[in-house]
């Protein structure tokens, strides 16, 4: 192994600095994708980005998108089963699809990014608890 080179688990991790991967980069991606050796790209001596083969890819992407169905679909049924997930109304389709007519999908990106930096006290989770338990009553 050279300097560049670290195992990691049970590959071997190249670590190149920016200038070289941007004055080889055809030679790199070549080597990435022959011989399977994931490419670290540094900037300021930090890791930044990697470089892995296609075949490397699929396998990272599709074991992932696997686990989250997985996943969203027990999340679903736990929460179908406490009674804190139920099917849209009529008047709830309606609103939404108002709202992507409206709503550029620039905008809904923008406007959902906002929203996810919002603050609540007490947490969104909690508000929606507290209304389904006056909504029993």
């Known amino acids: 192994m050279t300097d560049k080179e670290y195992a990691m688990g049970h590959k071997v991790v190249k670590r190149l600095p920016m200038p070289e991967v941007k004055a080889h980069l055809e030679r790199i991606v070549h080597e990435v994708a022959t011989t399977g050796t994931p490419i670290v790209i540094q900037t300021r001596g930090e890791d930044q980005a ?76 909690e508000i929606i608890l507290r209304n389904r338990e006056r909504e029993r009553e």
């Open 50 to 125: 990697v470089i892995i083969s296609l075949r490397d890819f699929s396998t990272i992407w599709s074991a992932e998108a696997t686990v989250s169905a997985s996943v969203r679909h027990r999340v679903r049924a736990a929460l179908r089963a406490a009674d804190l997930l139920s099917e849209p109304t009529a008047q709830e389709v309606e609103a939404v699809q108002a709202f992507d007519a409206t709503h550029s999908p620039a905008d809904q990106k923008r406007m959902l990014a906002r929203w996810r930096q919002l603050k609540l006290s007490p947490a969104l989770s």
